[in-house]
T-cell receptor
Framework: ETGVTQTPRHLVMGMTNKKSLKCEQH?????MYWYKQSAKKPLELMFV???????ENNSVPSRFSPECPNSSHLFLHLHTLQPEDSALYLC??????????????FGEGSWLTVV | EDKVVQSPLSLVVHEGDTVTLNCSYE??????LLWYKQEKKAPTFLFML????IEKKSGRLSSILDKKELFSILNITATQTGDSAIYLC??????????FGQGTRLTINP
């Protein structure tokens, strides 16, 4: 239990579906992140939120839409995805945006399969 | 562009062996290097290194950073089957961005 909870753990969706991934952190952190982990590729940073404000979008396609209603919750809304979007989506949080001296904590991930 | 390269990508050893995992990096304005262990779930934090030559140790795991040669190693002694996992190295550079390597998949056979 890392204090970062993701739901659902597994999701299978068609290319025309709309679904959302949810992340909640119970650590009192101010920064939250979405990462994508594909087979045989490094973890890719997608989005960063600091104090509920989006501070980074790493050229992510618009079919991925993040939402951060408060510092404890982060969503990733998915629509018209492609099969190559199938991956493990990891949510993470840290005390503040700067890492040095801060550890980043990961959720257990949401396994997404697009069919 | 910041880059982190881990080697080997995959390693299979027998229980009781000692292994050394490598992580080399190229980042602007290095701030820290982190090691994570990922089993079939969330990556869990192992070490954070910011200074050269100071070994960090936790049980059978240890790690050291060389900021001159731009690499770090993670050592695991007397390996156990529970050490089987993907080991991730990540580096924070000047953009406050954490860049990950591809990971080393370590398999410990009984």
């Amino acid at each position: 239990e890392t204090g970062v909870t993701q739901t659902p753990r597994h999701l299978v969706m068609g290319m025309t579906n709309k679904k959302s991934l949810k992340c909640e952190q119970h650590l009192g952190h101010n920064a939250m992140y979405w990462y994508k982990q594909s087979a045989k590729k490094p973890l890719e940073l997608m989005f960063v939120y600091n104090f509920k404000e989006q501070t980074e979008n790493n050229s992510v396609p618009s079919r991925f839409s993040p939402e951060c209603p408060n510092s404890s919750h982060l969503f990733l809304h998915l629509h018209t995805l492609q099969p190559e979007d199938s991956a493990l989506y990891l949510c993470a949080s840290s005390q503040n945006r700067a890492f040095a001296g801060n550890t980043i904590y990961f959720g257990e991930g949401s396994w997404l399969t697009v069919v | 562009e910041d880059k982190v390269v881990q080697s080997p990508l995959s390693l299979v050893v027998h229980e009781g062996d000692t292994v050394t995992l490598n992580c080399s990096y190229e980042v602007t304005n290095f701030r820290s290097l982190l090691w994570y262990k990922q089993e079939k779930k969330a990556p869990t934090f192992l070490f954070m290194l910011t200074s050269s030559g100071i070994e960090k140790k936790s049980g059978r795991l240890s790690s050291i950073l060389d900021k001159k040669e731009l690499f770090s190693i993670l050592n695991i002694t007397a390996t156990q089957t529970g050490d089987s996992a993907i080991y991730l190295c990540a580096v924070e550079g000047g953009a406050q961005k954490l860049v990950f390597g591809q990971g080393t998949r370590l398999t410990i056979n009984p």
